[in-house]
């Protein structure tokens, strides 16, 4: 079983930046990706990047220029750096691990974390 712990969230004027981390305890390769997507209220769950084990990525197009992601295989950690943040960011942002290649869909991920609330004033 894996186990995902995300943190690094809160409360950002628009413009800021924000670190989310994710930890991974539990089976896990370094060969699985690992990705990052969010949930606004009332909106479907969407995918934000992705990182395989061999530093693959993929990112949504929303995010592109501004999100960047990246893991440490050694801590099993997978990071989202978050630069110029918008209003329209802010939503719940989940953790997931996939046992396969990078994707960006949210049902071909097997474990989940719980959430971090991200919150970006204007």
């Known amino acids: 079983q894996v186990q995902l712990v995300e943190s690094g969230g809160g409360l950002v004027q628009a413009g800021g930046s924000l670190r989310l981390s994710c930890a991974a305890s539990g089976r896990i390769f370094s060969s699985y990706a690992m990705g990052w997507f969010r949930q606004a209220p009332g909106k479907e769950r969407e995918f934000v990047a992705t990182?395989?084990?061999?530093?693959?990525?993929l990112q949504a197009d929303s995010v592109k220029g501004r999100f960047t992601i990246s893991r440490d295989n050694a801590k099993r950690t997978v990071f989202l750096h978050m630069n110029s943040l918008k209003p329209e960011d802010t939503a719940v942002y989940y953790c997931a691990v996939r046992r396969g290649p990078i994707t960006s869909t949210p049902a071909l991920y097997n474990y989940w974390g719980q959430g971090t609330q991200v919150t970006v004033s204007s």
């Open positions: 990182i395989s084990g061999n530093d693959s990525t």
